[in-house]
């Protein structure tokens, strides 16, 4: 297993996730509400930074390998997913939304390994609405994390918990977009196999 730079932050990305659903754990009488969620907004953001900076400097560094181009989508993938689910369980975030979410993970990442099983990856390869779809996930989860105005002194910016749905019912429109996309390119090579397995 190669170790390097941006293979450590892939790491380190998947290492804060059980801190961001651990801080909500925390007893109230030790930490309030509100401390809990700067907390682990602050801790999300640091994680999905991560995932910015450990593609740029693989590229950067040319240290890019099969394995590093494995963990760093199972980590993107964890991160959300464990996030979704702490906001499902603090009842600010609707199932539904996440299952969409996760369920599109899920499918994807089955329908990109079975491609390239058959050498047809370069089909269904990451794209712009992909690349959107998770921009708005990115932010919207730091911001119902928060779950509050962000005030700076004295003024109200704007409301993080309004945004923050706004942006994750964007992202789970673009979610099952983008997955019918996905679908419509590796619909040939699927129809072929059927249609070689009658």
Known sequence: MP??????????????????????????????????????????????LTDWFDGFLARKLNQTSSFGAFLDPVADKLMVTAALLILVELTRLNAVIALVIVGREITISALREWMAQIGASRSVAVNSLGKFKTACQMVAIPMLLYDGPLVFEGH???????????????????????????????????????DAAR
């Open 3 to 48: 170790f390097n730079l941006p293979i450590f932050l892939t790491w380190l990305r998947i290492v804060l996730i059980p801190l961001v659903v651990g801080i909500f754990y925390i007893p109230d009488v030790m930490m309030s509400v509100p401390v809990k969620n700067t907390i682990a907004m602050l801790i999300f953001v640091l994680a999905a």
């Open 156 to 194: 109200t910016l704007f409301d993080a918990r309004v945004w923050g749905l706004w942006l994750v019912y964007v992202a789970a429109f673009l979610t099952i977009w983008s997955m019918l996309y996905y679908m419509k390119l590796a619909w040939p090579q699927i129809r072929d196999r059927v």
